[in-house]
């Protein structure tokens, strides 16, 4: 049995809308949402279901609503100290081993060769870790910047590279490099302003900042 091009819309639309339920982004469910319920109140429209299509138009309506409320809210940031040895830590690591295991090659660190150790707090939630050696005297070696997967939205990777580089200048720091071994991270390197450089065939990335 054929199917026609208004069954196809209506498979669509669910498929898109299934998707938006996987994603662990509140800014991503909103958005795929979005597009789903408009397909979805299209197809409505088009078959003559009304509850069908006014319901998806309502929802699309909320997904507005919270997408304006979300950009237009003024998030608040703060860095605080990472205890190395703390219980908290250690569960933050064990609480998040295996997506951790998707970005670096370890979730532990030797922490003597750390002189960077913090969190990026985000509305007061530790949203981010982000643990740096001294690679030479002017640069950083990250070995990890990891956003917990309900904040990726590049802000908290903006906010420690842009807005509060001071922290890093008046520490005598001045440029990053990072080895990175997920093109997810590479993307999200990319976006922060890291150039790739490929040199003895190993890749990394490397950023300066200047005040």
């Given amino acids: 049995m054929d199917i026609n ?4 819309l209506g498979y669509l639309a669910s ?17 795929i949402n979005l597009i789903g319920c408009i397909i979805f109140s299209i197809y409505g429209f088009l078959i003559g279901a009304l509850p069908v299509a006014i319901m998806n138009l309502g929802i699309s309506f909320i997904n ?11 998030d608040y940031f703060k860095i605080l100290p990472i205890d190395m040895n703390s219980e908290y830590f250690n569960y933050f690591l064990d609480f998040y081993k295996e997506d951790l295991l998707n970005y670096f090659s370890s979730t532990r ?32 070696k990250i070995e990890m910047d990891y956003a917990i997967p309900e ?26 490099i990072s080895i990175s071994q997920n093109n997810k991270h590479n993307n999200y390197l990319e976006k922060m302003g890291f150039t790739k450089i490929s040199e003895d065939g190993i890749d990394y990335f490397v950023k300066e900042i200047n005040k």
């Fill in 64 to 74: 507005i609503y919270y997408l304006t409320k979300i950009y237009s809210s003024k």
């Fill in 15 to 31: 498929f898109v809308i299934l998707v938006s339920l996987l994603m662990s982004s509140v800014i991503k469910l909103r958005w």
């Fill in 109 to 140: 660190f030797n922490t003597d060769d750390s002189v960077i150790n913090i969190y990026v707090l985000r509305n007061l939630v530790p949203a981010s870790i982000f643990i740096a050696s001294e690679y030479d005297k002017n640069t950083l």
């Fill in 151 to 176: 904040y990726r939205d590049f802000k908290i990777g903006k906010y420690l590279f842009e807005e509060n580089k001071d922290y890093f200048l008046n520490k005598g720091y001045n440029r990053f």
């Fill in 5 to 8: 091009w208004l069954e196809w």
